[in-house]
């Protein structure tokens, strides 16, 4: 990963992230032999931008992630998912579109858009139904 900060810093003055390559792995314990539950690569095309203005920041670009044991990617793409509504640990604006390629959801995507409330989300799904939902915690 390389971050790369603007004339103020990464806190005052945004940047960008590009992500190369991140290769990433977990294996349960079997009775011959470990079995790989997990195994993805995690990349940006381009990197992802963010912008700072005062306790405000903004996300944009797309990250993508590969499915090395079924096989497909999904691409998530970030579009203005700004952060920075005084108390509120979620994104209050903007939209994530997942774009799969292979497997089962082959050329589809769902979206999930944020909402101006605290936490508010509605999800559009791969069929096209639409939840709205409460995000509870942050991490």
Known sequence: ????????GCATGGGSLAIS???????VAGDVAPT???????STGSPLTFMV?????????SVTVQHNVARYTATATFDA??????GCCFPTSGTVTATFGGGP????????TFGSACGEVQ????????FHRTLQSCL
Do not use: P, W
């Not at 990963?1 to 103020?8: D, K, L, N, R, W």
């Not at 999800?123 to 639409?130: E, K, P, Q, R």
């Open 1 to 8: 990963m390389i971050a790369t900060c603007g004339a103020g």
């Open 21 to 27: 390559g991140s290769h990433l792995t977990a294996e």
């Open 36 to 42: 790989k539950i997990v195994d993805v690569t995690v």
């Open 53 to 61: 203005s005062g306790s405000t920041r903004v996300l944009s670009g």
């Open 81 to 86: 998912v700004v952060f920075g509504q005084a």
């Open 105 to 112: 959801f082959k050329g589809a995507t769902e979206t999930l």
């Open 123 to 130: 999800l559009t799904t791969t069929s096209g139904n639409t």
